[in-house]
Every structure is written in C-alpha cells, then in structure tokens.
C-alpha cells in the first residue's frame, strides 16, 4: 500500500500548480482520498478531500474556489488543481487515503494511509 505525491514546486503569487497522488494497492479502495498540508512546527490541515467514485468533493473554506480535487481512478490517481496561490499556500502537502465517517474526515487521524510531502512554495 502507497501513496507517492508529486508536482511540487516554486510558483509566484497568482501562478498554478498541480499536485498528484498515484495510489497502489488497497490504498484507492478507501472510502476518501485527501489533501493536507502543513507548515513546520504547525498542526497539518485538511485541504480537500473527495470520495472514491468522485461524486463528493470537499474543500477547507480557505482554499475553496481557488482549488479543484479530482480522481482517476483507471489511473488511481487523485489530483489537485491548484490557482491563484497566494504565499499563505505555502507548504508541505500530503496525500492521504482513508474510509473515516464523513465527519471525521477533516481530521489527519481518520486516514490510515499516508504519501510523503511534496513542498509547494508560493513566491510574493
């Protein structure tokens, strides 16, 4: 079972970027598939999160509008869409699979599987 993210990288303010997560084993048979972030010395924070069909997306109000999750799943894959960054973006970013209740989802502990961080950094 992993998760590998990946697309990272140095943008300006207002730039794109578009993050991905290639999921393999039992991983993508989870019942979310999530985005988190987190600064150093910071708690990581819910992102997105969207549900194994694609049908359910999810977003954290600061990014809503601004970010777009979307699943593959012939390719097991889940990406992350990201415009208008804003060096407030700026981040360690993490993939992440889980079956928590749709209220718990928000939470880093509800999800069982883990892809390392891929750094975004936003430049003013």
């Known amino acids: 079972v992993q998760l590998q993210a990946s697309g990272g990288g140095l943008v300006q303010a207002g730039g794109s970027l578009r993050l991905s997560c290639a999921a393999s084993?039992?991983?993508?048979?989870?019942?979310?598939m999530g985005w988190f972030r987190q600064a150093p010395g910071k708690e990581r924070e819910f992102v997105a999160a969207i549900t194994r069909f694609g049908l359910n997306t999810y977003y954290a109000d600061s990014v809503k509008g601004r970010f777009t999750i979307s699943i593959n799943k012939a390719k097991n894959a889940v990406y992350l869409q990201m415009n208008s960054l804003n060096p407030e973006d700026t981040d360690f970013y993490y993939c992440?699979?889980?079956?928590?209740?749709?209220?718990?989802?928000?939470?880093?502990?509800?999800?069982?599987?883990w892809g390392q961080g891929t750094l975004v950094t936003v430049s003013s």
């Open positions: 992440a699979a889980g079956s928590p209740v749709t209220s718990a989802m928000y939470f880093p502990s509800a999800y069982r599987y």
């Open positions: 084993g039992s991983s993508f048979s989870s019942r979310y």
